[in-house]
């Protein structure tokens, strides 16, 4: 399956986007992998050990924390926020329309705020870098539309040019 999302990812945002940053579409695509898995959506935890669902509730706990795991959950909410953006922009017309406390946050404004924070934390060795983190909060918008072409080649079931079967 890992394979199927790096190919596919390398498809949209190099032959259909023009986008030829690798770090940046091995990034979204690790992204997608990881989010396959609910826990990994919400992995954020707040005190009480209950998962952070939605953005308001993230940007607390990063304001909590310090070093290297400030820097995590800012880029992990923008890690959410891309995803949601992407792939599935619908949920949030959604929740703007419900009660939830996120009604009130621009996805695509808080995304690019926290990848631009969480590259500016220096983070050594780990990956990501800093300038895969800034390129992400530069791009936001076009990675967002890349995972919604992402998104209708899998509701389609093929790409015109054969890359999947029905």
């Not at 953005?55 to 891309?82: S, Y």
């Not at 621009?106 to 220096?122: F, L, P, T, V």
Request: aromatic share 10%.
């Amino acid at each position: 399956m890992e394979r199927f999302f790096v190919g596919l990812s390398e498809c949209i945002f190099h032959s259909k986007l023009g986008v030829v940053d690798v770090q940046l579409v091995d990034y979204v695509s690790d992204m997608m992998i990881r989010f396959i898995r609910t826990d990994d959506i919400h992995r954020v935890r707040r005190p009480n050990g209950r998962p952070a669902t939605e953005v308001f509730q993230m940007l607390r706990e990063a304001e909590q924390r310090i070093g290297l795991a400030r820097r995590e959950v800012h880029r992990h909410i923008g890690d959410f926020t891309l995803f949601w953006s992407g792939m599935y922009p619908e949920s949030l017309r959604q929740s703007k329309s419900s009660a939830v406390a996120d009604q009130f946050f621009d996805y695509c404004q808080q995304g690019k705020r926290a990848y631009a924070i969480a590259a500016e934390i220096d983070a050594g060795e780990d990956r990501p870098s800093s300038d895969v983190l800034m390129a992400l909060s530069d791009q936001f918008e076009m990675c967002a539309y890349g995972l919604r072409e992402i998104r209708r080649e899998l509701e389609e079931g093929n790409t015109g040019d054969g890359i999947l079967l029905a």
